[in-house]
């Protein structure tokens, strides 16, 4: 019987996608909500593993959705921290001064005290890598893209009594 | 002790621990000195996990919750969901597994943060009080029994692949 394919990859696309997601901006808002792109990174791991299963391999396991979900949260986390940190090196705080942007133009910061104000202002331009950031994203993809990884096994799971498919039997040879 | 009844536990545990930070952070922070700071660093540990909007956020000791209404509402139900698992177990098989009690669960949440960003009903308080419990209230049901039965066939695997390991552990 065939093996299963390597976790890996599928784990790194994952991890990539929660990455990007964390790193752009506006999009990075779908996080604020529960870390839902973080949980969508564990959900695409096993999307993309079950995709790699061909027929006569051994079918999608509880304990695969386990493994895919933890390992893109990894990867998520390595891949967010590096691209946060490129992207506040060069370009700065972009996130921080398009939310700005957006409460200024709809008059919030009119309404807010100016104490406040200064502070969330100088907050924006301060912004540089924070360790303490990176240490927590470790701790709270995994734990996410592990919800993600068990979201992601409970719709892709096996019907029940499905049986794994005896592998195809090699094509003829052909005629020279 | 059994592995599926370990895992049950620490996320019960885990969601316990979750569930008192969140509202530690205010009680620490309504408070001067060390406990103040605690307080800070909670928020801080939320502060990737949610908007924090104190105008969104429920209120104990005149300092907002260290994640949102919706967020809270979320976290809280899911700890009772877990609670109630083993209880309602039985109950709960009857109804559909996977996507479609994910489906139940996620609709009423999306239906209103959908119409309130198309404009066709405000989301207040309430709704998002109620749609985050509903759908906390019934996630357990939907990752649990995937997670007891994963970790225990990855632990099943480890001794297997570790006997050593095992054997080291019955003679200690």
Redesign the interface.
């Known amino acids: 019987m065939p093996e299963k394919p390597n976790k890996l990859l599928p784990a790194i696309y994952g991890g990539a996608i929660m990455a990007l997601i964390a790193a752009i901006p506006v999009l990075n ?1 779908v ?5 839902a792109g973080v949980m969508f990174g564990g959900f695409m791991a096993v999307f993309f593993y079950q995709k790699d299963l061909k027929s006569g391999m051994p079918l999608l ?7 895919l979900g933890l390992l893109a949260g990894l990867f998520g986390a390595i891949l967010g921290s590096i691209l946060d940190t490129i992207i506040l090196l060069t370009v700065g705080n972009v996130g921080g001064q398009m939310l700005y942007g957006i409460l200024e133009s709809s008059g919030v910061t009119e309404q807010m005290p100016p104490d406040a104000l200064e502070q969330m202002r100088e907050g924006i331009e301060s912004s540089t890598f924070n360790p ?2 990176v240490f ?2 470790f701790i ?1 993809d995994p734990l996410f893209g ?2 993600g990884g ?2 992601g ?3 892709y ?1 096996p019907k029940p009594g499905a049986v794994t498919p005896p592998p195809l039997p090699p094509a003829p040879a052909a005629a020279v | 002790m059994e592995s599926r009844r370990i895992t049950y536990l620490i996320t019960l545990a885990g969601s316990a621990l979750w569930c008192l930070a969140i509202i530690s952070a205010p009680l620490c922070a309504s408070h001067g000195g060390a406990l103040k700071t605690c307080g800070d660093v909670l928020y ?2 939320f ?5 924090q909007m104190a105008g969104r956020s429920l209120m104990i000791a005149g300092e907002p919750l260290a994640v ?1 209404s ?2 809270s509402a ?2 809280f139900s899911f700890l009772l969901g877990t609670l109630l698992f083993p209880l309602a177990q039985k109950a709960w098989r009857r109804l559909p ?3 479609t ?2 489906l139940l669960a996620l609709l009423p949440m999306l239906l209103d ?1 959908f119409a309130s960003v198309l404009g066709i009903h405000d989301a207040t308080e309430t709704t998002r009080l109620l749609t985050g419990a509903w759908l906390g209230v019934l996630l357990p049901f ?2 649990l029994p ?2 007891m ?3 225990t ?2 632990r099943v ?1 480890f001794s297997r692949s570790h006997p050593h390991f095992q054997k080291g552990n019955r003679n200690a």
């Open positions: 808002f996080n604020c909500l529960c870390c396991s509880s304990s695969d959705g386990v493994v303490i950031s927590l994203t709270i592990l919800f068990l979201i096994y409970s719709i799971k | 801080e540990f502060r990737p996990v949610c908007h949102c919706r967020c979320v976290y597994e996977g996507r009690l994910l943060v939907v990752v995937v997670a039965d994963g970790f066939a990855l695997r």
